[in-house]
């Protein structure tokens, strides 16, 4: 479908509420529990979707200036994303092309060069490699103009890159994000200032984590201290776009809002919004907003992933109360998600193997 004005949102969780239900699906879904258990499946996801698909892999203010890189593994990959002199961002694998070492730490930080800790083999930020010691010994060094690091097909659009971790491999982002990308642009991600401290929260598995971000049926109840007391439950609008989604949530502020121009609305105040960039990214915020950035990576198994947490500011972070603001704020989402959502992933992932196949309902 066609990214719509968040004012038409906004006036479709108004009817929601009024008739006492969110937007439906036709009819009854179900999935067999299997699909959450089994290693060859989940084996067949890494393959099949985290190694071939466009996967968001930075914000462009994440890695804003020359040198700037993010670093961190993801599906078995180590990957580096890295905005080079040119100003153009570039991902890589994440090891030196002499015996594999990694060229830089995981997390973020700015290196106009990149140095392998092993033999010190040197590559700038176009992955090239421009030296190594006793070189004579490699002989011309002509002969290693096709060791550079390993880059991956990467591009990016409304403030954020996208690279497919596959060496080689082709990408058409605009095919892929199709009209998802008019509904991120209505973010303004570019314009976000992010929060230096990240958090990084275990999960069970990533399909039963996913479907927590797109569920707003569990708010009133496993939320019930807190997001709970400001939403409406399950009282969503779904807008799909291929295999992206945008998730409207109504906060009950919105009851007020019946018969006054939807121009005159408070759109941050009377709704909450997810856009889920598929497979592995939930976006929770929306224009003029902090925003949170959820990068979900899947673990070593078919239990197991990992939630990486980013916190943006829509203002500079140039003041300790606005850093502490945002530091408050990273302490109750990882509490709410953390304590709450994952912790009943894991649960879940213990108890389904018990149901031997029994079917989810959706």
């Given at each position: 479908m066609a990214a719509t004005p968040l004012t038409d949102v906004a006036q479709r969780l108004l009817a929601n509420v009024e008739q006492d239900h969110g937007d439906l699906a036709p009819g009854i879904m179900r999935l067999p529990t299997t699909n959450y258990t089994d290693p060859a499946m989940y084996q067949r996801e890494i393959e099949q979707i985290f190694h071939k698909v466009p996967l968001a892999v930075a914000l462009t203010v994440d890695v804003p200036n020359a040198g700037d890189y993010l670093a961190y593994d993801i599906a078995g990959r180590a990957i580096v994303v890295v905005r080079g002199?040119?100003?153009?961002?570039?991902?890589?694998?994440?090891?030196?092309?002499?015996?594999?070492?990694?060229?830089?730490?995981?997390?973020?930080?700015?290196?106009?060069?990149?140095?392998?800790?092993?033999?010190?083999?040197?590559?700038?930020?176009?992955?090239?490699?421009?030296?190594?010691?006793?070189?004579?010994?490699?002989?011309?060094?002509?002969?290693?103009?096709?060791?550079?690091?390993?880059?991956?097909?990467?591009?990016?659009?409304?403030?954020?890159?996208?690279?497919?971790?596959?060496?080689?491999?082709?990408?058409?982002?605009?095919?892929?994000?199709?009209?998802?990308?008019?509904?991120?642009?209505?973010?303004?991600?570019?314009?976000?200032?992010?929060?230096?401290?990240?958090?990084?929260?275990?999960?069970?598995?990533?399909?039963?984590?996913?479907?927590?971000?797109?569920?707003?049926y569990h708010i009133g109840f496993l939320h019930s201290s807190n997001l709970g007391l400001k939403q409406v439950n399950n009282r969503n609008t779904w807008d799909l776009f291929g295999p992206h989604v945008r998730l409207g949530f109504a906060n009950k502020t919105i009851v007020a809002q019946k018969g006054q121009p939807v121009e005159t609305w408070d759109l941050p105040d009377v709704m909450s919004l997810v856009h889920y960039v598929f497979p592995n990214v939930s976006i929770s915020g929306q224009p003029g907003r902090a925003t949170m950035v959820s990068r979900l990576l899947p673990g070593p198994s078919v239990s197991e992933a990992t939630v990486v947490q980013f916190h943006y500011s829509r203002e500079p972070l140039d003041s300790p109360d606005k850093v502490q603001a945002m530091e408050t704020r990273r302490k109750l989402y990882a509490a709410i998600t953390g304590d709450e959502d994952f912790d009943t992933v894991i649960d879940i992932n213990r108890t389904i193997p018990g149901m031997c196949g029994a079917d989810f309902v959706f």
């Open positions: 002199d040119d100003g153009v961002a570039r991902t890589f694998v994440n090891a030196c092309r002499h015996r594999g070492a990694p060229v830089v730490c995981n997390g973020a930080g700015t290196a106009r060069r990149m140095t392998c800790p092993y033999h010190a083999w040197v590559f700038d930020t176009k992955g090239s490699l421009v030296g190594l010691p006793q070189r004579e010994q490699f002989g011309d060094i002509s002969d290693l103009g096709d060791m550079g690091l390993l880059e991956l097909p990467t591009a990016e659009r409304v403030g954020i890159v996208f690279s497919v971790l596959t060496p080689g491999a082709t990408m058409d982002i605009d095919e892929w994000l199709g009209d998802m990308q008019g509904a991120l642009e209505l973010l303004e991600l570019e314009k976000v200032y992010p929060h230096t401290t990240t958090t990084s929260l275990p999960s069970g598995n990533w399909k039963s984590t996913a479907d927590g971000y797109l569920d707003g």
